[in-house]
C-alpha cells in the first residue's frame, strides 16, 4: 500500500473499516479520513528559510455499542492497522459508560445533494515558482521607503481529501484546495519599531496572481504604524477593521454553540427568539457559495447542510447544533457538527471612510492581542492597536492600549457595518461600528 491515495481508495477503506465493525457487533460506526499534501515555504531577505512538504494522512473512527462509544485514530491506512484501531474503539466501548445521546445522526438527515461548489483548484507550481513569487512579494515590501527589516513572505498550497462514512449508508468524498500567500515586514523610527502584515488566501490560486500587490500592502500597512503611541483612558467610539471585526461573530457562534449552551457556559442560554443585536442586523449561513473557503454540502457528521438565519433583524433564531447536542437539548441538529459554514453578517452601503467620518471622534481598531472575551460573562477586554480618529480623519497611530464592555452590550450597540466585506476566511463581515467602549491607555 502506497502513501497516497485518490479519493475513491479512501472510500474503499472507510467502507473496509464499516464492515469490520459491523462484524464485531457494532449497532453503529462512522469514519472520517483525511488526506492532504502539498508544500509551504518561507523567503526572508530574499533567501530560502524554510521549505516543507506536507504528506499526511489519517483515519479517526468511532463504533457504537448501543449508546455506549468508543473512539481510535490511525495514520497507517493498511488493512492490518486498520483492522487493530476498529478493535481497539470495539474494546473502548465495551466499558464506557452509557449516554443516551450518543448516536449517529439521523439516516433521514444525510446529504442527498451535492453541487459543484468549485473548491477544487490545484495550483500547478513548483516549489521554485513559490520561491520566485514569494520573493517578488518580499522584495515589493522592502524597496519601500522606510521599511528597514522582514520577518518573511510566504506561500503555501495544498490539496485536500476529506471523506466522511457512516453505517446508515453514507460515504461521500470531498476534493478541496487552500492556496496562501502573507508578507510580515518591519519599520523602524526615532528608534519605534513597528511591524505588520497583509495576506491572501482562496480556494482558486488565480486570485493570489497580485504578489507585489501584497508585498506594497504590508508595507504601506506598517509605516501606517509608527509614530505610534498611547491614548488617554477614556470612552469612546470604536471601528473595528473588518479583518478583525470577524472575531466579535466568533465569539457570538461561540456562544450560541450546543456544548455552551447544554453546558450552561455561555452568556446567551436562553435567548432564543430574544434580541441580541440591532434590528438591522442579519447573520445567516451560506453553505453553498461557489469558492468559497466555508463551502459545504454535509457537515461533520453527514448531515446535509442548508442556508439558514441565526439572527434575523436582530433576533436570535436557532442555536448551532450538531446531533450529539441537539439531542441534548431536545432540539434537531442544524448541520453544524464540526462549525458553520460561511457565516455571512449583513452590511449597509456605507464603505468604510464614511464610517469614519459619521463617527466624527474614535478610536480605529486593526490588530488585537490575546483572547479576552470570556463566553460565560460575555466580558470583553483585549490589547489593540489602530488609529485615532477626529473630525472623522485619522490623526495618528496609537497602540499600548486595551479596550473593553461586555460583548452582550458591544452587540446591542452595533452603530453601522461596512460595506467592505472581508471574504479570506469562513466568516464574512465589513468594518464594525461600536457605540462606545472603554479605552484603557494613559
Not at 454540502?297 to 442548508?306: K, M
Request: proline content about 2%.
Amino acid at each position: 500500500m502506497t502513501t497516497e491515495f485518490n479519493a475513491e481508495e479512501l472510500k474503499k477503506l472507510s467502507q473496509f473499516v464499516l464492515a469490520h465493525a459491523k462484524k464485531l457487533g457494532a449497532s453503529g460506526a462512522e469514519v472520517s479520513v483525511a488526506a492532504n499534501t502539498g508544500f509551504s515555504l518561507n523567503v526572508r531577505q530574499q533567501e530560502i528559510d524554510e521549505l516543507t512538504y506536507h504528506r499526511n494522512h489519517g483515519m479517526a473512527i468511532s463504533i457504537y455499542n448501543g449508546q455506549k462509544s468508543g473512539s481510535a485514530s490511525c495514520s497507517d491506512l493498511t488493512e492490518a492497522a486498520l483492522n487493530s484501531a476498529v478493535e481497539a474503539a470495539w474494546a473502548i466501548a465495551q466499558q464506557t459508560d452509557a449516554d443516551p445521546y450518543a448516536g449517529l445522526a439521523e439516516k433521514a438527515l444525510m446529504a442527498k445533494n451535492f453541487p459543484d461548489l468549485a473548491i477544487y483548484y490545484p495550483w500547478d507550481i513548483t516549489p521554485e515558482q513559490g520561491i520566485a513569487l514569494a520573493k517578488e512579494c518580499e522584495q515589493a515590501a522592502l524597496s519601500q521607503t522606510g521599511i528597514t527589516n522582514s520577518e518573511g513572505a510566504s506561500l503555501s498550497t495544498h490539496v485536500d481529501c476529506h471523506v466522511y462514512a457512516n453505517s446508515n449508508d453514507f460515504c461521500e468524498a470531498v476534493l478541496s484546495t487552500s492556496h496562501s500567500l502573507n508578507c510580515v515586514v518591519v519599520a523602524e523610527k526615532d528608534g519605534q519599531m513597528q511591524r505588520d502584515y497583509s495576506y491572501l488566501v482562496s480556494v482558486n490560486p488565480n486570485t493570489l496572481n497580485n504578489v507585489i500587490q501584497v508585498g506594497q500592502e504590508a508595507a504601506k500597512r506598517t509605516l501606517m504604524r509608527i509614530g505610534a503611541k498611547p491614548i488617554k483612558t477614556q470612552r469612546a467610539s470604536v471601528i473595528f477593521a473588518a479583518d478583525v471585526a470577524r472575531s466579535l461573530f466568533g465569539h457570538f457562534i461561540s456562544a450560541i454553540s450546543g456544548s455552551s449552551i447544554y453546558r450552561r457556559a455561555s452568556f446567551l442560554v436562553d435567548h432564543l427568539d430574544k434580541k441580541i443585536f440591532p434590528d438591522y442586523i442579519s447573520i445567516f449561513e451560506r453553505p453553498f457559495l461557489p469558492s468559497a473557503l466555508g463551502s459545504t454540502a454535509f457537515d461533520a457528521e453527514g448531515v446535509g447542510t442548508r442556508e439558514q438565519d441565526f439572527i434575523t433583524n436582530g433576533v436570535l433564531q436557532r442555536y448551532v447544533l450538531g446531533s450529539y447536542a441537539a439531542r441534548r437539548l431536545g432540539l434537531q441538529t442544524t448541520a453544524n457538527a464540526g462549525g458553520v459554514h460561511n457565516l455571512c453578517v449583513s452590511h449597509s452601503e456605507f464603505d468604510l471612510p464614511t464610517m469614519l467620518k459619521q463617527m466624527g471622534t474614535g478610536l480605529f481598531v486593526t490588530q488585537l492581542l490575546g483572547q479576552g472575551a470570556n463566553l460565560i460573562t460575555g466580558d470583553y477586554s483585549r490589547g489593540a492597536s489602530g488609529f485615532w480618529v477626529e473630525n472623522g480623519e485619522i490623526t495618528h497611530p496609537v497602540d499600548g492600549i486595551t479596550i473593553a464592555s461586555n460583548l452582550k452590550e458591544m452587540y446591542q450597540n452595533i452603530l453601522t457595518i461596512g460595506n467592505d466585506v472581508d471574504t479570506r476566511g469562513n466568516i464574512r463581515t465589513g468594518s464594525v461600528w461600536i457605540k462606545s467602549m472603554m479605552i484603557g491607555g494613559e
